[in-house]
Each structure stands twice: as C-alpha cells, then as structure tokens.
RNA sequence: GCCGGGGUGGGGUAGUGGCUAUCCUGGGGGACUGUGGAUCCCCUGACCCGGGUUCGAUUCCCGGUCCCGGCCCCA
C-alpha cells in the first residue's frame, strides 16, 4: 500500500467541480481586463529559483538532479519563471504585458491549515508600466476577482519606499536593511526594538521608523506622515506615489499599512496583502511593484507589478456552495442485449443535445438500478422495456419526485 | 526546524492486557422473469509502522511515520 507524500492532497470529485467553478469565475475576471494566460514549467533551474530569493526559501526549495546531473527545483512561486519567460521570448512584445497563471507550486514546508507541500497559485503579472495606475490595475483586479466569488476580505495596502527613504538616510547597509525588514513583517517590534539597539542605529531612525508602523488605517493617514516624514524626501515621493495609485483603486474599503514589508526580496514599491475571514490561513493574496527584478535576472530595467492569489486558501475562505447537477441514467427493464443497444444509442442523442447520460454499465436489474440511481443522485431515469419500445415509447421517472411517465421517444429530449 | 492533539474495514464509529473486535454506512452477488428507490440473505473489508514491558499488546511505555492544528515562514 501507498499513501500520498506528506503535505499533498487527494482531490473528490466534489472537491474538484468547485475547485473548477471557482477557477473559472476567477479566469472571467482575468480575460475581461485582457490578461493572457501562461504556463511554465514545474520546474526550473535551481539557480533560476534561488537567485532573488531569501536563504528561508531556498530551504524550501525540492530540488533533485537530473541525470545530466543538472540541479533542478519545484517552483515556489511563479513570478520567477514569469520573468525568465519574458526575457526568453516576450521582451519585445507591445507593452504593457498583462499576464496570468494558474499552477501548481512546491514548498517542503510543514503542513498546517491551508499550508500544503504542493499548493496552487493564480496570479497576473503586469510587466512594463512604471505609472501608478498600472498599480492600480492591479489591486484593482485582485478585489474584483475576490468579489466576484463572494468573498469576504481585508485588504493592506502599503508601500516600501517609504521604509527605503528612511534607511536611505541613514545609509544602512542592505544586510541590515533586510534584517529590519523582516522583523517588521513579522510584527516582531521587541525583536526589532532590540536589533536597532544592537546596531547602535541613531534615536532618529528609531524613532522615524516607529512612527511608520504606528500608522494604519484609512487613506488620510498618508497626509499626516507627510508632515512627520518631511525630512526624508524619498518618502515623500512614495507616500506621493501612493497616493497617487489610491485615486485610481476604485474601492473605498482599503487599509493602509507600513507594516507590510512582504517577505520576498524582490519587492520595491507598493505592495498589498489580503485576508480572508476563516481562523488560519488567513492571507490568500500576495502582491506588489517590484521594479528591479528583470534587471536581476539580466534584463534591461523594466517596471512590473503583480499578485498571487493561494488558491487553496480562497477555496477555505469562501462559504461552502451547492451544486446542483442534472444527470440521467438510462436502464433496460429487463436484462436483454438488443435492449441495451437501444439504451446506447438514446443515450448518444441525449449526449449530443448536451446532456450528462449513462447507461448501466452492471448489469443491473431494474430495482438495484434504481436504487443505484438514487444513491448516486441521479436526477432522471429512462427506462427502456421491450413493450412500450414497440409503440415508440420509453418510461422517464424523475427521481425526486418518483413520479413516472411514458413518453414518445421523439419527444423525449424535451422531457429531460 | 520546533511544539501540542490524534491514528480501529472505503467513510463514520464502539470496545478491550486474553474469547470469532461492535454497530451504521458503502461496495459486490442473490431472493425477485418490467419498477418493492422497500425488505431479507450471502460475500467483501480494520486495530499506522518498529522496538520494549508482559505468559499474552489493538490496548501500557519509547521511537518513527502520517493526519489535524500552532510557531517560524509564507499563498
């Protein structure tokens, strides 16, 4: 006996038609901003996935050789092979390149609620505008999308040039930048408290990035930090940007908030996270500017902004549905192989005009069929008796009600 | 990587230091030859793995593993 590696996931039937529904309301959205999808391949070079990201990744990373001994990994995310593509074969193509994906990504991580070792990521990328309303684009997509599932969220918006003006000042080196950048996404502020202290950092930058992370809220906190921040210009110019990408995200309920450092290095300007409601697992969306990853990856510097959404955390956050499938199983009454043949070829014309048929594949008998019709939740059964066939007739019973009719064989398919 | 709680047929469960391991459900076949979505009968199928304690372990102890959840990190 096998049992599935650690960390995967089995898929019911059940499981997989709303897993598809939701897919495809979040596609709708997608195509109807004109993003195009993508696929890469599950895995890349090892060198491709650790090149821009941090030494806690690269641990969970699955790597393997391949028999030319070349170091492979799983991806972990898919932004990566999205920019390796672009410069690969799409670099040239009209800007700005709006594209999405929907894939399965690795990370050898403990299991936990809506953590999983093999876990799906559906995101966009939009590669070649540096303006704020491409910012916009972008946040403004991930909402609709949440929307049109219903789901309900919260969403932070934040911005890292404010923290890079403040460091700028100071001229930290980027270990040390880094360093505070993950004890603030961590929420850690004894953590960070202590680590400024450490580095004998002046009671100014102490103090400037600990007003930073006292504000969170609503848009008109930007204004005030404005006036606190008003002397490190290149805070300004991102609280400026910020602002400027608000006025073209077209919903109100938004959080503002400095303490979004987001854990990927790649990052450089806005970047935003959202929550949905359920205990656990609560961040199903992940995204921001990040300007210089092209550039990384040996490209010529091209502006980019994009999201993911953790598709496996949304199916936990939306409330449970439905779903209501009409299906049709055609039985002889009686055990007969011309009868059968018969079943087989209505079965084809109810097919054809688009409906879900089987016919009994068990030799069943007229009783155990119906109950197996019933088990299974089959909403119609068509019994086909040697009889009726001769005056061109067949029995439809619908299963809900029990109520039973003879039809005309001709007029069936306006019956089911 | 660390921490907590779990693991009995396919699913859900009962129970026990010793007897053929309980019940429900599901699956296959039959009674029943055009309708009993019923009923009855038969069959199918389980104590996570390894070690220890013991005359004897599914039960107690230890280790592992997997599941659920928490930390870290993230989606």
Not at 254 to 265: E, M
Not at 280 to 288: L, Y
């Given at each position: 006996?096998?049992n599935?590696?650690?960390g995967t996931?089995d ?5 997989m038609k709303?897993?598809?529904i939701?897919?495809k309301?979040l ?8 993003f195009?999808?993508?696929l890469?391949p599950?895995f890349e070079?090892?060198?491709l ?6 030494e806690?990744?690269?641990k969970?990373l699955f790597?393997?050789k391949?028999?030319?001994?070349r170091e492979?990994?799983?991806?972990p995310e898919?932004t ?5 593509f ?7 193509l009209p ?9 399965n ?5 403990n299991?936990?609620?809506g953590?999983?070792?093999e876990f799906?990521?559906m995101g966009?990328e939009l590669?070649g505008?540096?303006?704020?309303i491409a910012d916009a ?13 219903d789901?309900d ?7 890292l040039g404010v923290l890079?003006?403040?460091?700028k000042?100071f001229?930290l080196?980027?270990?040390?930048e880094?360093?505070i950048?993950?004890?603030i996404?961590?929420?850690d ?10 580095i004998?950092s ?5 103090e400037a990035?600990f007003?930073l992370?006292?504000?969170k809220?609503d848009?008109?906190?930007i204004?005030?930090?404005?006036e606190?921040?008003k002397?490190?210009p ?12 608000l ?6 309920n938004?959080?503002?908030n400095?303490g ?8 450089t300007?806005?970047?935003?996270e959202?929550?949905g409601k ?6 199903v969306c992940?995204?921001?500017r990040y300007?210089?990853?092209?550039e990384?990856f ?7 902004v ?6 496996d955390r949304?199916?936990l ?6 779903i209501?499938?009409?299906s049709?199983l055609?039985?002889?009454a009686?055990?007969?192989?011309n009868?059968?043949k ?9 097919r054809?005009?688009?409906k ?6 068990m030799n ?5 069929a119906l109950n197996y019709a019933n088990?299974i939740?089959i909403?119609k059964v068509i019994i086909?008796?040697?009889r ?12 809900k009600?029990g109520?039973q009719k003879s039809?005309?064989?001709e007029?069936?398919e306006s019956?089911?």
């Amino acid at each position: 006996m096998f049992n599935k590696p650690k960390g995967t996931r089995d898929f019911l039937p059940m499981e997989m038609k709303k897993r598809r529904i939701i897919e495809k309301k979040l596609r709708k959205v997608f195509e109807t901003y004109n993003f195009k999808e993508i696929l890469t391949p599950t895995f890349e070079s090892f060198q491709l996935l650790s090149k821009k990201t941090g030494e806690d990744i690269r641990k969970q990373l699955f790597v393997f050789k391949d028999h030319g001994n070349r170091e492979m990994g799983l991806r972990p995310e898919v932004t990566s092979s999205v920019v390796r593509f672009y410069l690969n074969e799409l670099k040239n193509l009209p800007k700005p390149l709006k594209l999405y994906y929907f894939a399965n990504c690795f990370r050898y991580e403990n299991p936990q609620a809506g953590r999983y070792r093999e876990f799906w990521q559906m995101g966009c990328e939009l590669i070649g505008s540096e303006y704020p309303i491409a910012d916009a684009e972008i946040i403004n997509l991930s909402m609709d999308g949440l929307n049109a599932i219903d789901m309900d969220y919260e969403i932070n918006i934040g911005h890292l040039g404010v923290l890079k003006g403040i460091f700028k000042r100071f001229d930290l080196s980027e270990d040390r930048e880094l360093k505070i950048r993950r004890l603030i996404d961590k929420e850690d502020y004894g953590g960070l408290e202590d680590y400024l202290c450490d580095i004998e950092s002046p009671e100014e930058l102490k103090e400037a990035i600990f007003n930073l992370l006292n504000f969170k809220g609503d848009r008109d906190i930007i204004n005030e930090l404005k006036e606190i921040l008003k002397d490190y210009p290149l805070s300004l110019q991102a609280l400026e940007n910020l602002e400027e990408i608000l006025d073209f995200v077209k919903y109100e309920n938004i959080i503002v908030n400095f303490g979004i450092a987001r854990g990927l290095d790649y990052y450089t300007g806005m970047v935003f996270e959202i929550y949905g409601k359920k205990e656990g697992a609560r961040q199903v969306c992940g995204g921001g500017r990040y300007d210089n990853l092209i550039e990384l990856f040996g490209g010529k510097p091209t502006p980019a902004v994009g999201f993911a959404y953790g598709f496996d955390r949304i199916m936990l956050n939306i409330d449970d549905f439905e779903i209501k499938e009409e299906s049709i199983l055609i039985v002889p009454a009686k055990k007969d192989k011309n009868l059968l043949k018969r079943s087989l070829r209505i079965a084809d014309e109810l097919r054809k005009g688009g409906k879900v048929v089987e016919v009994d594949l068990m030799n069943r008998k007229l009783n155990k069929a119906l109950n197996y019709a019933n088990t299974i939740g089959i909403s119609k059964v068509i019994i086909i008796g040697e009889r009726e066939l001769e005056e061109g007739r067949v029995s439809l019973k619908d299963m809900k009600t029990g109520e039973q009719k003879s039809v005309k064989l001709e007029e069936l398919e306006s019956f089911v």
